[in-house]
């Protein structure tokens, strides 16, 4: 990963990562639609093709592989990474400038060693949590579970998991999805008191 941005001062950067299957998506939507707090979601850059029902500019800026090499040249990015091969997502600077410039605050749904390197590049201004599943077991059965994915698949997504979550003590918190009322109430309430400190 390559750090890009300069920080600046203003609203507060909430980032939450999770091994995937470990409800992120659901908590950060929860919170987003409730308006409370109020926070701005990062809308990132990938150049993977957009899932049915995605929209450009709201689930993701999606680029051909060629404007996110010329994106990354330009040093639009805070962070980007490779997160799966031949796969690219980063955090454009514009995002996080137009929501905290303006005192806003906002949050960033991105991989683990991105979420890392955002808290190294603003510190006190950014918190990082992170999702467990309450074990490794439970976070296959999850999966298999949704039937999506061929067993292969679920063998990789189990072991990248486990790589994951072996960052998880580098993260400010980490909240465990053993009961999603819970995992969101505990959520909301970290990032309120992070935002009001
Ligand atoms: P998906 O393709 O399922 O939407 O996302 C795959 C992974 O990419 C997720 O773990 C997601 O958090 C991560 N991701 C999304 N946007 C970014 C980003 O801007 N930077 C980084 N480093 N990871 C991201």
Redesign the pocket.
């Known amino acids: 990963m390559e750090s890009q941005a300069t920080p600046r001062k203003s609203g507060k950067i909430i980032v939450v ?1 999770a091994p ?1 299957g470990c409800g992120k998506s659901t908590i950060i939507n929860s919170i987003l639609d409730s308006g409370s707090p109020e926070l701005r979601f990062s809308v ?3 150049n ?1 093709r957009p899932r049915k029902g995605e929209v450009d500019g709201v689930h993701y800026h999606f680029m051909t592989t060629e404007e996110f090499r010329d994106a990354i040249a330009a040093q639009k990015f805070v ?3 490779e ?1 799966y091969p031949g796969r690219f ?3 454009l600077k514009s995002e996080i400038e137009r929501i905290v410039d303006k005192g806003g605050n906002v949050i960033l ?3 683990v ?2 979420g890392l390197n955002v808290k190294k590049l603003y510190g006190d201004r950014a918190k990082t949590i992170f999702f467990l599943p309450p074990s490794i077991e439970e976070l296959r059965h999850r999966l298999e579970g949704r039937g999506t994915d061929a067993p292969e698949v679920i063998d990789e997504r189990v072991s990248k998991a486990e790589y994951e979550i072996s960052f998880a003590d580098s993260f400010d918190q980490r909240i465990v999805n053993d009961n999603l009322d819970r995992a969101i109430d505990d959520t909301r309430r970290a990032i309120e008191d992070f935002i009001n400190k």
Do not use: F, L
Request: aromatic share 12%.
């Open positions: 990562s995937s990132s850059a990938t993977r962070e980007w990474e997160v997502y980063g955090t749904d991105i991989d060693k991105g």
